[in-house]
């Protein structure tokens, strides 16, 4: 399975569960926009947006037993992908069909947002400790984060 097509009931109910847990209320998400929550980091996209990063994003993930993402693209598009498809990119398949993006598994415990401002967002606590103790230069590519 490379994409599978989200039945448009089942991407409602899973788009007011995602906006209810990570506090997304509108279109975009931080840092364009404020959000409580502390287990969130944006960096800006350039640090992420390459195969090495991707790959060990990946891994990562796979490591915590994920196994497929949903994904949910700006232009109303919801898949189930295989982990090993993501890219978490804002326009990530270069023909701007895909625009903004938010990736995260059933169990809603990690999420990922790619923004058309140049910042990919990573949430969850356990998500978010990893790639801070993986990525030793990690303060030095979050110009738009107001939480780390």
Known sequence: MEKEQVSAEVAIDLRKKMEQIWEINKSYWYPLNECDRHDVIAFNSEFI????????????????GVEQVLEFLETGQTCRINVANLHPFYCYNDDLTGGEGFWFSDKMDWIIYASHEGTITFGGKWLVEVLKSKWSDWNNHIDWDTKN
Do not use: A, S
């Open 49 to 64: 947006e390459n195969k090495e990063k991707v790959n060990e994003i990946i891994t990562l993930l796979e490591e915590h």
